[in-house]
């Protein structure tokens, strides 16, 4: 039974092109099912997290991070109350628009797509799901439900201000309310992405071995935890100690986002969706003291593995192949696939252009960007 405050399926304000409705599928189930079977859901997988793809196997990608946020999020959904398939449909659509090489290839290319509008990783979601999956016969995009378009737009907050033109593009087309806070199924969502990364980057960075476990024991939730595990299993090998301390620092946070909600609810006195998006403040959060922690945490894994000099190597050598093909590209439009040709053709101005352009670098995976470049720019130019 969902929530009175939860997102109901028999409620839903609908799709762009009305389509008839499963027998057997809700329309938010059908909605993740369609991100699933999405052809930019697969490329996720070759595409950054924090180490580029190809840098080991056992690394978080875009795809395992976003099945990690779409567990997260389904658990806490399940505990309040929420529209479980909602939550998860906005999990894993959250990073559809993520450029190869990750937080490095999107700041290289919104630099170089400031004259044409700029990017920005959740609008090209938006415009992914809405315009560029072309699959079906009735329809660009994939046709999702108002409230899924609502979630994936508005999942970490109200989008004010001058609206990146992805986005712009779509309000037009189907209103948002952009001003509002969205579901509470997208603010899950949201923080599940949260503890997702801080989880999973303390593995990764452990891995790698930017840091080991004795850096991290100072740290607030990570270093009680590690006591926990050493009290109960004295002597444990290195790796299952690791592993049990860190899924109890994954509990924690899942648990107080679960309490914390739980008690922000109950306070607000929200009887449904709507007076959900017109709190003026999420419902969805952690308590003062995790986030304090979590904080410190974030502020530790910034200056030792985000910012390593390792990683910064990587950054900076994945960054000049964007800031190549860009250029390269609107000097060479009809070197794209001929499926962009038409496009390109029926664009009048630089602006048009570019924005073709930003679509399929956006697209490209890590490999398929590194391939591009030394196939038309010179193997080797890099190292």
Known sequence: MHASYATKPDQSRGRLVDEEESSFRSPYQRDRDRIIHASAFRRLKHKTQVFVEHEGDNYRTRLTHSIEVGQVGRTIAAALGLNQELTEAVALAHDLGHTPFGHTGEDALHALMQPYGGFDHNAQAIRIVTCLERHYA????????????????????????????????????????????????????????????????????LRAGLFTDADILQLPIIGPAYAAVDEKYPGLDPLRRRHEALRRVFGVMVGDVIDTTRSTL?????????????????????????????????????????????????????????????????????????????EIKAVSDQTGLARIISDYIAGMTDRFALQKFDQLLGEGKLS
């Open 138 to 205: 009735e329809f660009d995009g994939l046709n999702l439900t108002w409230e899924t378009l609502e979630a994936i737009a508005k999942h970490n907050g109200p989008v004010l201000g001058e609206l990146p033109w992805a986005l712009a593009e779509c309000n037009a087309a189907i209103d948002l309310e952009l001003h509002t806070h969205a579901s509470a199924e997208a603010q899950v969502a949201a923080l599940s992405d949260d503890i997702a990364y801080n989880n999973h980057d303390l593995h990764d960075g």
């Open 266 to 342: 109950s306070q607000s006195g929200v009887q449904s969706v709507e007076e959900v998006r017109a709190l003026g403040y999420p419902v969805v959060a952690f308590s003062p003291g995790i986030w304090a922690d979590l904080k410190e945490i974030r502020a530790f894994l910034f200056t030792r593995m985000y910012r390593a000099p390792s990683v910064m190597e990587v950054r900076l050598r994945m960054a000049a192949v964007v800031e190549a093909l860009v250029p390269y590209f609107l000097a060479n439009p009809l070197e794209m696939p001929e499926r962009w040709h038409e």
